[in-house]
């Protein structure tokens, strides 16, 4: 499951910060090329895009996140910094000296300090599982590079990616142990999406089943039609005084009537 959600930078509101004019879209079953055709016209509807001077495009450096660039030409991947700490913290372990020395050297892009401090944390590793993940946090620096590059160039851009899939989709989706049906999920994820963006969920289903069904109009309920079944219903009502048996002594059947009597009030 993918989110995506487009802002126009940052505001300042007492003690926390918001994303100004953010909007969100979600996708379960389409390809990376076929949502990022769909983010586009969703940003081309909202913006005149020639006239963006830069396009951010933030994320933890999935494959997929990464193929926006081939779709706004304009646009700079820009590693989230939370995933480039994740990783640093797996490659030098409780070090904390060699972790600075390695911070240091991504921030002022020296490949070759870089892959010295990975040699020498692999000389001291006791286990083959601990070279590993050393190895395998090598490998996600060396394959983001240039994002990360673009994250020191660019220390006023800041991504929020992990707190809006936590509240956007996690909260209902996957914080408890769920099961979903692939359909299932893509309903909800859409319903999410659309509360995020502040849209009436109702209205939202009722113009889709309107564009499914081919323009024809969605059945909904007579409210003054219900009203008026519901006092004729009322006034239908038998009067306890005309059954015989609600005259006579208590008995299990006088009780039975009495209480039914009380349920139908």
């Known amino acids: 499951m993918r989110l995506v959600y487009i802002h126009e930078g940052w505001q300042q509101e007492e003690k926390r910060r918001s994303l100004i004019n953010p909007i969100y879209l979600s996708s379960v079953d389409e390809d990376a ?150 359909e299932g999920a893509k309903h909800m994820a859409n319903i999410r999406v659309c509360q995020a963006n502040g849209q009436e969920v109702a209205e939202e289903y009722l113009n889709q089943q309107r564009t499914r069904l081919h323009a024809l109009p969605v059945l909904t309920i007579a409210e003054e039609t219900i009203e008026k079944q519901r006092n004729s219903l009322k006034a239908a009502r038998e009067v306890l005084d005309n059954i015989p048996v609600l005259k006579g002594p208590k008995s299990f059947l006088y009780e039975a009537l009495q209480g039914l009597s009380l349920a139908l009030a």
């Open 33 to 182: 090329d076929t949502f990022w055709e769909r983010v586009w016209e969703t940003v081309d509807a909202r913006y005149d895009i020639d006239h963006i001077e830069t396009v951010n495009i933030l994320g933890d450096g999935a494959a997929w996140i990464k193929s926006a660039v081939q779709v706004f030409p304009k646009a700079k991947f820009i590693l989230d910094r939370f995933h480039l700490m994740k990783y640093i913290r797996r490659a030098v372990g409780g070090n904390h000296e060699q972790g600075k020395a390695l911070r240091g050297a991504l921030r002022f892009g020296n490949r070759e300090k870089a892959q010295e401090i990975i040699k020498e944390l692999l000389a001291a590793a006791a286990t083959e599982s601990r070279k590993q993940a050393i190895l395998e946090a090598w490998r996600y620096i060396q394959n983001n590079w240039d994002g990360i590059t673009e994250l020191y160039r660019k220390k006023e851009v800041k991504c929020s990616a992990e707190g809006h899939v936590s509240h956007v989709l996690s909260a209902r989706l996957s914080s408890r142990p769920m099961g979903w049906s692939r």
